[in-house]
Nanobody
């Protein structure tokens, strides 16, 4: 059974940093791309970042480009999201997800991901 467990969320002041982790099990994650999404209260879940199965390619939403960095350690079956220069608008529950098909590039489309973590809360105070 595939499981994704996020950690690392919390409360931080504007301009601060957090590093989210997503530990995966139940699948050969070195063959699957992964993504991070977030959902703020009253809003749709939105794409944040994605990383290809081989870690060669990374992709970001315009709103986080230059501030967030996604990385993947295939040996540890873990994907990370380093978040710097956090702003109040980054406040949301953050979810990691794994693509549904082997060797598929990460996309911004939620339906392309078939397993999701439970989410971790990130709150940025002004």
């Amino acid at each position: 059974q595939v499981q994704l467990v996020e950690s690392g969320g919390g409360l931080v002041q504007t301009g601060g940093s957090l590093r989210l982790s997503c530990a995966a099990s139940g699948r050969t994650f070195s063959s699957y791309s992964m993504g991070w999404f977030r959902q703020a209260p009253g809003k749709e879940r939105e794409y944040v970042a994605g990383i290809s199965w081989n870690t060669f390619n990374t992709y970001y939403a315009d709103s986080v480009k230059g501030r967030f960095t996604i990385s993947k350690d295939n040996a540890k079956n873990t994907v990370y999201l380093q978040m710097n220069s956090l702003q109040p608008e980054d406040t949301a529950v953050y979810y990691c997800a794994v693509t549904s098909r082997i060797y598929k590039s990460p996309t911004r489309t939620r339906s392309d991901y078939d397993y999701w973590g439970q989410g971790t809360q990130v709150t940025v105070s002004s």
